[in-house]
């Protein structure tokens, strides 16, 4: 009982997670102009600053939920205790249908990090990120469903595109309205600039 909790729990922190990093790409995507400007005391350029940061610790906390919700999921299929379930992550992600949709969210994770540690490390601005972000977020939000009731008629059914539409709607939405409310918004009063 305590695994399916804590899984209940590690999933709508992965949710909150992925709202924060689409709120942030959908920030520097849609919202903030580009070119970016090149002096990087604008207000603009302190809000894409702000947003790269959101990705960047969205994409750390996110492999962290997505770590534990493994070890959280083998616990519970294998009905070991969760300090002893590390034995079994093998079979679960290479013998059941969970792991190989936990596979693909982990290399949506994984390639969203390398991105975003080689354009930070440069500092290079450009729209990639944004754009793998988003994309990497789909790939996580329809294997997510896709290992749930969803995804019981498979990855390309009806109930998990639909399910899937969903998640991603509530996403864009409220991570739109996030990143313009607590970053774009106050860049936008400091400096008197339009986006």
Excluded: C, K
């Amino acid at each position: 009982m305590f695994e399916i909790s804590a899984i209940a729990v590690t999933i709508s922190g992965e949710l909150i997670v992925l709202a924060a990093i689409t709120a942030a790409a959908i920030g520097d995507l849609w919202l903030l102009p580009y070119p970016a400007p090149l002096d990087t005391r604008l207000p603009m350029s302190q809000a894409r600053d702000t947003l790269w940061r959101i990705l960047g610790l969205g994409v750390i906390l996110l492999a962290v939920a997505v770590a534990l919700e493994l070890l959280l999921r083998t616990a519970n299929m294998s009905e070991l205790p969760l300090r002893r379930a590390y034995t079994e992550i093998g079979t679960v992600l290479f013998r059941t249908h969970y792991g190989r949709m936990w596979l693909w969210r982990a290399a949506a994770v994984a390639g969203l990090m390398i991105v975003w540690l080689i354009q930070w490390r440069s500092g290079d601005r450009r729209r990639l990120f944004p754009v793998m972000a988003m994309t990497a977020v789909i790939v996580i939000v329809i294997s997510l469903s896709a290992s749930g009731h969803a995804g019981d008629d498979g990855m390309i059914s009806a109930a998990n595109v639909a399910d899937s539409l969903h998640i991603l709607g509530a996403l864009a939405w409220g991570g739109g309205i996030l990143a313009f409310a607590l970053v774009i918004l106050p860049a936008l009063t400091r400096g008197g600039e339009s986006p």
